[in-house]
């Protein structure tokens, strides 16, 4: 067998590879940070078949307005239930705060209504009232999701009179993917913010790092964070909840294949995509390109 045999013979693996999962979960993200909650997904829920898909061509969304957020988002989750995926997890704050809603109240309803789609911000507010003891909570998020006030809406409705404080961090997002994060320059930018969230409400005793790419530098975070100030990350909360959305809709839980199959896609660049995309999974990936880049965007 030639090099050339051997090279077309891996592409076409790597290509059908997506065609052998029947029916996949799907899991989408501006970037990388969704790796975060799929690790915690998968390792959840080994058996089932997942699909990622990273939109890192138009990354970041965090500053982008709400009708860019959906269009994108709205764009990402037809591609997945295109490839077969009847469930997609939103593992993207941004995209759960400016997106999720017009998607499942107009779009499913419209064109989908057997498919689903879930978010990161709901089952994180039903949690966090019963993690904090004196009911004062801080938010660090993308500017997207701190502005859309979606954690606050959220978190009135499970658990209304808790104090909740918000810090919108745009730099933490691109010093991440620019793997910048665990040097000396970030300590600035992370400190600042910390410092301007705990004066908002030096109360607080639980702080939720509500985007998924934050999880990278919690050791940082936490080195600016009282210790008596629990930091919550979100892969291992949407992991349980999904688990429990399975039990208790049985159907949806037969509509996705279980042959413990994983595939990447990204609108980037894939080498760049599986180089930085293994910090945020915790294991090697290999990516595959994906073109969604039309209408001008």
């Excluded at 859309?148 to 808790?162: C, D, R």
């Excluded at 404080?165 to 910048?180: F, G, K, R, T």
């Excluded at 702080?207 to 919690?218: D, E, G, Q, S």
């Amino acid at each position: 067998m030639t090099i050339k045999t051997v090279k077309l013979r891996s592409l076409w693996i790597r290509e059908a590879s997506i065609f052998f999962m029947k029916n996949p979960i799907g899991i989408f993200d501006s970037g990388f940070g969704g790796l975060t909650v799929m690790k915690e997904i998968a390792g959840a829920l080994p058996q089932y078949d997942f699909v990622y898909l990273g939109d890192n061509a138009r990354a970041p969304y965090g500053d982008r307005s709400f009708r860019t957020v959906y269009d994108y988002t709205l764009q990402c989750v037809q591609w997945l239930f295109e490839k077969g995926c009847n469930l997609v997890i939103l593992a993207c704050n941004t995209a759960s705060a400016k997106a999720l809603r017009s998607i499942q109240q107009k779009d499913l309803l419209q064109h989908w209504p057997d498919k689903r789609v879930l978010g990161v911000i709901r089952p994180t507010t039903e949690l966090i009232g019963k993690i904090t003891t004196n009911g004062h909570v801080g938010i660090m998020g993308t500017t997207g999701t701190v502005t859309s006030e979606s954690y606050l809406l959220e978190i009135e409705k499970f658990y209304p009179g808790t104090a909740v404080s918000q810090e919108a961090c745009p730099m933490w997002v691109p010093l991440i993917e620019n793997n910048e994060h665990l040097t000396e320059g970030a300590d600035y930018f992370i400190d600042r913010h910390v410092q301007h969230l705990l004066k908002k409400d030096p109360d607080i005793d639980t702080i939720l790092l509500a985007c998924t790419h934050y999880p990278l530098m919690v050791s940082k975070i936490r080195k600016y964070v009282p210790e008596k100030i629990r930091l919550v990350e979100q892969g291992e909360i949407v992991a349980n909840s999904l688990k429990d959305y399975l039990k208790r809709h049985p159907e949806m839980d037969a509509a996705c294949s279980k042959q413990g199959s994983r595939a990447f896609f990204t609108t980037g660049e894939p080498s760049d995509f599986n180089a930085n995309g293994t910090a945020f999974y915790g294991q090697q990936i290999e990516s595959q390109h994906v073109d969604l880049l039309v209408g001008g965007h």
